[in-house]
């Protein structure tokens, strides 16, 4: 039962152009949202968070917006850079703080 | 800031033998922290959430007296794989709850420690 969904395994984006991500859930306890990108055979790294009671969060060239009604969220990274390739999970909890629920990860690859 | 340590980043060990990876907050204070297992290509699951001071709380499918948590300070969690056999290897991964920079209850994870049972 998977609880966090990323339905595309991989993006390609050329670069300067713009990545769209998407996520979607299906437990409506979860109130709290995460993105975090990573490289093979290392952590994960936090890049940006979003609470339900937002709909829209921002931090530089990452977007998150979050569709509570749809339980569906989505990363814009605008411009794409090919620094970002990587993969790229989105997580949930029922709060900040809780235990997370990650999606199974988009791989994503900027073109120069 | 938030930043979170793992060591050994990398274990080869026989089966049979136990193998103990340390997982520290570095700048600050985590009374909650996170294992995660990572298998090729796949996403990251989580085993157990590990309470300083207290007993950890083990995922459904995760066998407590294999992976043995400790928690014995605000800075440190430990992860004991007992009688390693070659399904635990894995990657594992620690995370820490850090509530610096405003910022609530984010976690930050470690670089990860790959675990190699021959």
């Known amino acids: 039962d998977q609880q966090v969904k990323q339905n595309s395994p991989s993006l390609s984006v050329q670069e300067g152009r713009i990545s769209i991500l998407n996520c979607d859930y299906t437990n409506s306890m979860f109130d709290y949202f995460l993105w975090y990108k990573k490289y093979p055979a290392e952590g994960p790294t936090f890049l940006i968070s979003?609470?339900?009671?937002?709909d829209k969060n921002e931090d530089g060239r990452f977007t998150v917006f979050l569709n509570k009604s749809a339980k569906h969220l989505s990363l814009h990274i605008v411009p794409s850079q090919p620094g970002d390739s990587a993969v790229y999970f989105c997580a949930a909890s029922d709060a900040a703080g809780n235990k997370l629920t990650f999606g199974g990860g988009t791989r994503v690859l900027v073109k120069p | 800031g938030a930043v979170v340590s793992q060591h050994p980043s990398w274990v080869i060990c026989k089966s049979g033998t136990s193998v103990k990876i340390e997982c520290r907050s570095l700048?600050?204070?985590?009374?909650?922290m996170f294992w995660y297992r990572q298998f090729p290509k796949q996403s990251l699951m989580l085993m157990a959430t590990s309470n300083e001071g207290s007993k950890a709380t083990y995922e459904q499918g995760v066998e407590k007296d294999k992976f043995l948590i400790n928690h014995a300070s605000l800075t440190l969690s430990t992860l004991t794989v007992t009688s390693a056999h070659p399904e635990d290897s894995s990657f594992y991964i620690c995370?820490?709850?850090?509530?610096?920079?405003?910022?609530?209850?984010?976690?930050?994870f470690g670089p990860g420690t790959r675990l190699t049972v021959l």
């Open positions: 700048d600050f204070q985590a009374t909650t």
């Open positions: 979003i609470s339900s009671i937002k």
């Open positions: 995370s820490a709850i850090s509530y610096t920079s405003g910022r609530v209850g984010t976690q930050y």
